[in-house]
């Protein structure tokens, strides 16, 4: 089971979360479909949830802010060393500050921000909360993607504020993909996917992956609980998978990287 204690290196998804407009209503559906344990927070935590998976926080449930008019949706936050800086930086870089750094409590300081395609995504400076204490297992999230049309633009941009290196693993004409790391040689710590090769419109967006050891139950059991089939499930180099809508309109994906068809192509 991989865990994870104290603060995730700088750069690194370190947390996910969802936004949505009836917390109760999300509660029921994920503790349902992942297993999750859903606490409260203190009254002063504005009704956000925090989700246990086997003891240790897996992922937040809270509710939109007030006033905003907002899909329902799940975000990726990005550890850092200083939230302020980071800022500074996605403002140079091109992008934008959404919701202007903060101290939530005394568990972090964090903020909001799109990339310069309008990607929004989350930077997470860690206090008493250091993220997620578990990842890469069944009701946990396991990989964090980008889909983006704007594909060498988003790279630039997000190496320019997190300083990630790429990998190219797709076959450069139909599959235009990248992992990124830390490192030119690091382990590989989320995706970036050209959607431009996707036929269709689709926003630009940070997408949410959790493993699951049945991708077929899993899709089942989340449709039946009120979620929508957004992308039918097949197999893959990487897991079987699908991507689903929660009740509320929120997509995330679901994989079982244990069930393979090949191996993964390397670098185009």
């Keep these: 089971m991989p865990t994870h204690d104290g603060s995730w290196q700088p750069g690194t998804p370190c947390w996910v979360d969802s936004q949505v407009d009836d917390t109760t209503r999300a509660r029921e559906f994920y503790g349902a479909l992942f297993g999750w344990e859903i606490m409260d927070s203190p009254p002063d935590a504005g009704g956000y949830l925090m989700a246990l998976r086997h003891g240790r926080p897996a992922a937040g449930i ?5 006033g905003m008019a907002t899909p329902s949706v799940w975000s990726t936050y990005f550890a850092a060393d200083s939230a302020d800086a980071i ?14 750094p903060f101290d939530v409590l005394d568990v972090g300081r964090m903020f909001v921000a799109a990339d310069p395609v309008g990607a929004v995504f989350g930077v997470w ?3 008493a909360h250091t993220g997620a204490g578990i990842y890469n297992e ?10 983006t049309d704007q594909y060498k633009q988003a790279q630039e941009f997000y190496a320019a504020v ?7 693993i797709g076959d450069g004409q ?3 993909y990248s992992t990124f790391g830390l490192t030119p040689d690091g382990a ?8 431009s090769k996707t036929p269709g419109d689709s926003p630009s967006l940070w997408l949410t992956w959790f493993q699951v050891d049945n991708t077929d139950a899993s899709v089942a059991k989340a449709t ?14 990487f897991g079987r998978m699908g991507v689903l809508q929660g009740p509320q309109g929120e997509a995330f994906g679901v994989i079982d990287p244990e069930t393979t068809v090949s191996e993964p192509q390397a670098g185009a």
């Design 62 to 66: 809270g509710p939109k802010p007030d």
């Design 87 to 100: 800022a500074e930086k996605i403002t140079a870089a091109g992008g934008s500050v959404m919701m202007p």
């Design 125 to 127: 400076e860690a206090k």
């Design 138 to 147: 069944d009701g946990a999230y396991c990989w964090n993607e980008l889909h």
């Design 162 to 168: 997190f300083g990630w290196h790429y990998t190219e």
């Design 174 to 176: 139909n599959f235009v």
């Design 188 to 195: 590989p710590l989320g995706g970036v996917n050209d959607a």
């Design 224 to 237: 039946e609980l009120g979620a929508t089939v957004l992308m039918g499930v097949h197999d893959s180099p």
